[in-house]
């Protein structure tokens, strides 16, 4: 059976659903691990930030596959 996924941006307003019941049916989302200059958190705040969409998509049984690449940029 296939695994269905999504890439999801949670820095764009469209690129993240508002209830993650929206998301019913898949089993992963993607999301890149960005810090700054394209946002304006920390490191820490980005460690935060995506956690708690990872816990939240966790307790829906949705797994995350985080993607660290030169957008983690912290100079």
């Given at each position: ?14 690129g ?56 983690m940029y912290?100079?």
């Amino acid at each position: 059976m296939p695994e269905y996924g999504i890439n999801l941006d949670p820095d764009n307003l469209v690129g993240l659903p508002q209830q993650v019941e929206d998301l019913e049916g898949l089993k992963w989302v993607r999301m890149v691990f960005q810090v700054k200059p394209h946002t304006q958190r920390t490191f820490d705040e980005s460690i935060a930030f995506y956690t708690e969409h990872i816990v939240k998509f966790h307790t829906h049984g949705i797994r995350t596959l985080l993607v660290l690449n030169h957008q983690m940029y912290v100079g």
